[in-house]
C-alpha cells in the first residue's frame, strides 16, 4: 500500500476544498488552485479530510496513488503558506533586478538578460545578489526558478552564476603549473 497515499489530507481552516467529478479546486486565503485528477482514483473529503483511494493494487496505480495525494497536499499548502525560492548570485559585476514584470539579468554577457515573470509569480531582489521567486504552485515556482538558473549555472573553478541559497557547488583544481624539469622544455 502506498504509504503517501494512504494518508489523509487535512483541510486547515479559512481553506475551502471543491470536487465536481475528477477536478479538485482549492481555494485559500492566497489564492485558489485546480487539478484534475485520474477518472480511476476517487478523490473525496470527509471530517474535514481528504483522502484518496486506488482502484487496484496494480504498480501504476500505487504510484499515481501517491502523486496524486502528494499534488493536492501541495494545493493545500500553497494557497494557505505559499512556496519560496531563494537564488544568490556570485560573480564579479553580476546583479539582478526587477523593473514591473522583468527580471533583468546582467552575468557578463555582451547584453542584459531580461525575463517576462509569468502571472502567479512574483520575483523580488532584496539585493543585487539575491533573488526571491514566490507564488502559490509549487510545480510554477520551482520552474521560475530552475529557468533564471539556467541563464548561468554555477560554474566549478570559480564557483561564479546561479545558484539555489545552500546549495553546495563543488569546487575543482584549476590547472597544476609544470615543474622546471618537466619533459618537453
Do not use: C, W
Not at 92 to 117: C, E, R
Not at 171 to 176: D, L
Amino acid at each position: 500500500m502506498s504509504r503517501i497515499g494512504k494518508k489523509a489530507i487535512e483541510i486547515p481552516a479559512g481553506v475551502k476544498v471543491n470536487i465536481s467529478g475528477t477536478t479538485i479546486t482549492v481555494e485559500g486565503p492566497k489564492g485558489s488552485l485546480s487539478y484534475t485528477a485520474s477518472e480511476r482514483f476517487k478523490v473525496e473529503t470527509k471530517d474535514n479530510k481528504i483522502s484518496v483511494t486506488r482502484p487496484s493494487d496494480e504498480k501504476q496505480d500505487k504510484a499515481t496513488h501517491g502523486l496524486i495525494r502528494s499534488l493536492i497536499n501541495n494545493m493545500v499548502i500553497g494557497v494557505t503558506r505559499g512556496y519560496v525560492k531563494e537564488l544568490e548570485i556570485s560573480g564579479v559585476g553580476f546583479k539582478a533586478q526587477v523593473q514591473g514584470k522583468v527580471l533583468n539579468l546582467q552575468l557578463s554577457y555582451t547584453h542584459p538578460i531580461n525575463y517576462n515573470i509569468p502571472e502567479g509569480i512574483t520575483v523580488e531582489t532584496p539585493k543585487a545578489n539575491l533573488i526571491t521567486v514566490k507564488g502559490i504552485d509549487k510545480m510554477k515556482v520551482g520552474e521560475v526558478a530552475a529557468e533564471i538558473r539556467e541563464f548561468y549555472r554555477p560554474e566549478p573553478y570559480k564557483g561564479k552564476g546561479i545558484k539555489y541559497a545552500g546549495e553546495y557547488v563543488r569546487r575543482k583544481a584549476g590547472k597544476a603549473v609544470a615543474g622546471a624539469g618537466a619533459p618537453g622544455t
